[in-house]
């Protein structure tokens, strides 16, 4: 029997696989051997603030409509990272070309992967919602805590890290959590001008048309809830992507795989996302989530992060479960409230549902605010039915970060091969080819007795204006 070389085992030292229903297998780094002396990217998933990410789900309340979507935070994270470590090592050459003071392979991959890996940290319970109905007392976002929690919480073991799954940092490098924490949040123009230009240019990575972040979970999301989706083409948009003098840039022969991950992504928002009864449950959430909170985590979080390791779904299930047996009338009340969520007592029944195309949008000004729409059609209302209980929901710009048609005017720089010359092109030029529609306009009610009333309603105040781009999310 020929014995095996052990030199040809040390590509496996040091390295362990993930399984993955959508990258297949994620590769991390671990000790390369058993003296727990190295620090490894294992050290970060495990840590206390990333398995935290196991409690919070991806998709708030479209799990409550699409019953395999109990995905968690945690699941896209080691996804994003995967992402990221495919494209730093695709972009480094012309990173490199552009920054000559740019760091070396294994080092850009390792800060673009712990970025991919600690971009969602921050998140409260219900994600993006927790920031709208609770963080914003504060004017904090999930982005700033994370940030926090990166440099303060983290920063040691990051600092720590001496290689990527590609092999070892060069000489004299070493991570700096400041660093991740600035890729992770749209820095302030001050902060940015600060920054060396090759690290500016890898922000462009979380900010962007499609993203590290954005291209894990529209595969992620439409696979976990079953929902089929138009070709993803991952690689090819890789492929053509680049970074010039003038930022992130796509080769023109990728307008196309652009187009239809745009597309794929647009129809994700409208079929899961923009659900009619994610929206409904998303009403009732409103109602209740902000008291809870305040009760649950009173005061600032950033000056209480021990305690915001321990702020996530399942302990403020417990916490409300256990209302229900106290006498405070205000905490019975709500555990009531989130009983029936919790049960999946959908309260708001849909009445009235239209949707609004990006040409009339654009067109028009309207109403700025929701409570305008509702006075104009309670107006419209025979007498006896003006005291009758409804809401009116604009799905337009959903809680994650960058909805495609919420910001017409981001562009992206194109590259023609023909002329050589690299130039910014609207969005909205390659959304010309995207069958799209961008507002669901739609009313609620607590039952379906009077939905006659309110479509016709309904129907006169959006024919008697044009529509803005306002939301209630």
């Not at 910014?424 to 009313?443: S, T």
């Amino acid at each position: 029997m020929k014995k095996t070389n052990s030199t040809d085992q040390n590509i496996y030292n040091g390295m362990a696989l993930i399984a993955d229903p959508i990258h297949q297998y994620i590769l991390f780094t671990v000790p390369e051997d058993n003296s727990g002396k190295e620090t490894t990217e294992k050290n970060l998933i495990d840590s206390p603030w990333m398995q935290r990410l196991r409690r919070i789900y991806q998709l708030q309340s479209a799990r409550w409509v699409y019953p395999a979507a109990e995905h968690s935070r945690f699941q896209h994270s080691l996804g994003t990272t995967h992402v990221a470590s495919e494209f730093a090592k695709h972009l480094y050459p012309s990173l490199s070309d552009v920054c000559k003071d740019t760091p070396s392979l294994n080092y850009i991959e390792e800060l673009l992967r712990l970025a991919g890996l600690l971009h969602d940290i921050g998140h409260g319970p219900y994600g993006h919602f927790f920031d709208q109905h609770f963080l914003s007392d504060w004017s904090l976002t999930h982005e700033i805590i994370g940030q926090k929690i990166i440099i303060n919480k983290l920063g040691e073991i990051i600092s720590l890290i001496r290689r990527s799954p590609s092999g070892a940092f060069a000489r004299g490098e070493v991570l700096d959590p400041c660093q991740i924490a600035y890729l992770i949040k749209m820095p302030e123009p001050a902060e940015k001008d600060k920054q060396p230009r090759w690290l500016q240019l890898l922000r462009q990575l979380f900010s962007g048309i499609y993203t590290l972040d954005n291209l894990d979970y529209v595969q992620r999301d439409a696979y976990m809830t079953g929902f089929s989706l138009d070709m993803v083409d991952i690689p090819r948009l890789r492929y053509y992507t680049f970074f010039t003098k003038d930022g992130l840039t796509l080769h023109q022969s990728g307008i196309s795989t652009l187009g239809r991950f745009l597309n794929a992504r647009i129809n994700l928002y409208g079929n899961v996302y923009f659900h009619r009864t994610t929206r409904a449950l998303d009403l009732h959430l409103q109602e209740i989530f902000h008291d809870t909170m305040k009760l649950i985590f009173p005061g600032n979080p950033l000056n209480n992060l021990n305690a915001y390791l321990y702020c996530d779904e399942w302990s403020l299930f417990n916490e409300v479960q256990s209302w229900l047996r106290q006498k405070d009338s205000q905490k019975k009340k709500l555990a009531g409230e989130w009983k029936k969520l919790h049960d999946r007592e959908v309260k708001w029944k849909m009445s009235f549902s239209t949707e609004i195309s990006i040409d009339q949008v654009h067109r028009g000004t309207g109403f700025s605010r929701v409570k305008d729409y509702e006075e104009r059609i309670k107006e419209q209302l025979p007498g006896k039915l003006k005291g009758i209980s409804f809401k009116v929901d604009l799905a337009t710009q959903d809680p994650r970060p960058i909805n495609p048609i919420a910001e017409p005017g981001k562009k992206i720089n194109i590259f023609n091969p023909v002329t050589g010359i690299t130039s910014l092109e609207p969005l909205r030029e390659i959304y010309r080819f995207i069958p799209a529609r961008v507002i669901h306009f739609r009313v609620f009610s607590l039952n379906h007795e009077y939905d006659e009333n309110l479509s016709e309603a309904a129907e006169k105040v959006l024919n008697s204006i044009e529509m803005s781009m306002p939301t209630n999310v």
